[in-house]
């Protein structure tokens, strides 16, 4: 079959359509009713519907092959401009504990090169990133959170952002392990594949993306750090 005939085939048609008319629904409620749990069920209901129609034939593994390219080049930056902004901050004499953290998002734009071009594509896109409401719950830190903080100030990696490791990998569970074993699919892929309700044809099209970077400052205008860790909680004058 084809993506268009994937996509128009009557249960995924079914359930996006169920999940748009909960998602109106949830809107004249403000958000405030039980249409949001449904549709996050409904999330997990299309993905496995959507990758159990998916086969790794040559042209699905070269778009596999360009998405996973796309991501790493923006995780790197991302990771790039955390360690940018953390010394920054390290340098600018601030006092107190701070923190900078990363956020890579799929583009919140629908791809312009997906074969699938439909309004409903484009609404069920704008559920799924995170635009609407956070129905992906995971997906509230990107697809794969990058912090430094000034109490932990190692930097990770590049392969340790990309792999977990300081070791080249391969995240390929769930697919076919023969076909894929040379590509090195990076964690923040398997990330969005196995863990979230991203199905594999939401995903190999994908190019563009979302960068979030924030330095968070902690400091306070008393000399004790240490206050309140040597209360003795067995003594009380509670009742005197």
């Given at each position: 079959m084809t993506v268009q005939e994937i996509f128009n085939t009557k249960a995924v048609r079914d359930v996006e359509l169920e999940i748009l008319n909960l998602q109106l629904d949830n809107e004249r409620k403000h958000y405030d009713g039980p249409e949001g749990f449904a549709i996050e069920h409904l999330l997990g209901v299309r993905c496995h519907l959507l990758n159990s129609l998916f086969v790794l034939d040559e042209r699905n593994k070269q778009l596999l092959t360009e998405f996973n390219e796309a991501l790493r080049k923006q995780i790197l930056e991302t990771r790039k401009r955390v360690i940018t902004l953390f010394n920054s901050v390290s340098e600018s004499g601030l006092t107190g504990d701070f923190e900078v953290t990363g956020k890579c998002f799929l583009g919140y734009e629908y791809s312009k090169i997906h074969p699938v071009q439909t309004i409903r594509a484009k609404k069920m896109w704008a559920i799924l990133n995170g635009s609407i409401d956070n129905y992906i719950p995971l997906y509230g830190d990107g697809v794969e959170l990058i912090h430094v903080s000034s109490w932990d100030s190692e930097i990770p990696s590049e392969n340790q952002v990309l792999y977990l490791d300081d070791k080249l990998d391969n995240w390929?569970?769930?697919?076919?392990?023969?076909?894929?074993?040379?590509?090195?699919?990076?964690?923040?892929?398997?990330?969005?594949?196995?863990?979230?309700?991203?199905?594999?044809?939401?995903?190999?099209?994908?190019?563009?993306?979302?960068?979030?970077?924030?330095?968070?400052?902690?400091?306070?205008?008393?000399?004790?750090?240490?206050?309140?860790?040597?209360?003795?909680?067995?003594?009380?004058?509670?009742?005197?």
């Open positions: 390929n569970e769930g697919l076919d392990r023969k076909l894929t074993e040379d590509m090195h699919l990076i964690h923040p892929f398997h990330n969005l594949y196995s863990h979230m309700d991203f199905s594999i044809f939401d995903l190999l099209w994908v190019r563009d993306f979302n960068i979030e970077v924030n330095a968070e400052v902690n400091s306070n205008t008393y000399n004790n750090d240490d206050y309140g860790d040597h209360l003795d909680w067995d003594k009380s004058d509670y009742y005197d």
